[in-house]
């Protein structure tokens, strides 16, 4: 179940949210407590004038879409992007950008998410060769490996009927699986999922994929695990045959301020690879410390 984000500090993203979004957190401002009727009789009460102004203690509203915009759209460059972050523990969020990005290789933890959940679904264990299989896909982001494994769960037909089960409903599978397109937003639900206690996973399906996503390779330590500490991603990256350009993406869980925060930065239209992982770096960063300013 995804985690919830209180309305005043969050807009956008709350609209691409199940609605199970809503249960985690409490709103922060709208309802007050009633005093209880003194038992002693009434004072007089000095007359107040209609024109009066009228104190509330409400806190001021506080649009975090609008903030982080303002935080990331200098640092797109000539390539689109689009962020999502929640903070786990305050369940504060924000959103920037709608549109739809292909997957490349972050679609690797949702074929592992797949499999875990139709193991589950027929109360057995993940086979010798699916681990393996599995550690090379995300560990090393081995592409024959996810080709294995998208084909174990029934391809592009098992990757959609897992997701709609994971509540992802801005993603659309693809037979080539780097094809996939997705939403950040779809992208932070799919991490509530996997590091989320609310899960259609298991604790120990979670644990296990979390472990992976901790120890990928040195030569992907980039991405969203520039905005903090202690973190379990996957990147994706993918040069465009048509264009020559790149689509650059990071997805995890990382740690900032002794706060917990999830991460979803989507590309396209990256000159260089190397450029687009310095954005998507940038980009994490800048949603990071827009949550972090708002506590």
Known sequence: MP???PKRRFSALSAGMTPVVLLAASA???MYPMGRPSDAAPRPVASVSSTAPVVTSEEPQVDLDA???AAVAPLTGDSTMSVAVLDTGSGDGALYGRRMYATASIVKVDILAALLLQAQDDERELTGYERSRAVTMIEN???DAATSLMRAI???AGLDAANQRFGLT?????????LTQTTSADQLKLLQTVFGTHSKLTGASRTYLQGLMRRVAADQHWGVSAAGSDWALKNGWMPRSATGLWDINSIGQVKAHEHTYLVAVLSAGQQTKETGIERVESVAKAAVRVLDRAR
């Open 141 to 143: 982001s081995d592409n």
């Open 67 to 69: 903030e982080l915009a």
């Open 170 to 178: 801005s993603t659309t599978a693809a037979r080539a699986w780097g």
């Open 154 to 156: 029934g391809g592009a």
């Open 28 to 30: 922060a401002g709208g």
């Open 3 to 5: 985690l919830s984000i």
